[in-house]
């Protein structure tokens, strides 16, 4: 786990707290987020606001089940039911922080289209006969009632891409395979701009302000 359970972890609480305190933290990344077409500034700054949210939470989780794990341990006091639901929720602030950063990144440094001969593009066509039909396929997920994720994933073991939904944050990761493209489908992704009856043009949006040389990058790195 993320915790640094040494020796010391046992020894007792508040040594364990100490050691917890000098963990290093979830930290909030900074991104370079332009004017975009059809996302308005303020969508997007709220947007960052819930994204710190959810690294600072990743945080308090981490640092709750620490201290109720060091008064388990040390003073023998049965919270072994809130401890499990902590860890229960890590999974929702932990993804909720990452997915959002693999958003935010992608619609950073600007709008960029995606190069025909780039690898990325080259295994989309090998996979979806074309750009446009895997667009189409992306594009349906994204509509999926709910909230949650359409995401491309790579999965490295069979070498092949796919693509998905996640409910919320955290329900449907696939174990194993690198994000490559996430499109936030929840409404506060779009709520300043666009009824929900009219997530679709949010969609749109979405893809016309895409910097496709970070999706391409991702990619790469996941290969
Ligand atoms: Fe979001």
Not at 165 to 193: F, K, P, R, S, T
């Amino acid at each position: 786990m993320f915790f640094k359970w040494s020796g010391d972890f046992f020894r007792g609480p508040e040594k364990n707290i100490k050691q917890h305190n000098n963990m290093e933290k979830f930290e909030e990344k900074k991104f370079d987020i332009g004017e975009l077409k059809g996302i308005s500034a303020k969508n997007i700054e709220e947007h960052l606001k819930l994204y710190a949210g959810y690294v600072k939470n990743a945080n308090t989780v981490v640092e709750k089940i620490s201290a109720l794990s060091a008064e388990f341990f040390g003073k023998n006091i049965d919270n072994s039911y809130l401890i499990a639901e902590l860890f229960r929720r890590f999974s929702f602030e932990y993804n909720g922080m990452r997915n959002h950063e693999v958003y935010f990144s992608s619609l950073s440094g600007g709008a960029k289209s995606l190069n025909p001969e780039s690898e990325l593009a080259k295994k989309l066509v090998e996979t979806c006969q074309s750009v446009e039909i895997f667009l189409m396929g992306f594009k349906n997920i994204a509509l999926t009632r709910g909230v949650g994720w359409a995401v491309l994933w790579y999965d490295k073991k069979d070498k092949r891409l796919i693509a998905s939904w996640v409910d919320e944050q955290h329900l449907g990761q696939l174990n194993g395979c690198e994000m490559i493209l996430a499109l936030d489908m929840w409404e506060h992704a779009y709520v300043y701009d666009y009824p929900t009856s009219e997530k679709k043009k949010y969609i749109e949006a979405f893809f016309e302000n895409l910097n496709w040389e970070v999706i391409e990058e991702n990619f790469k790195q996941a290969l």
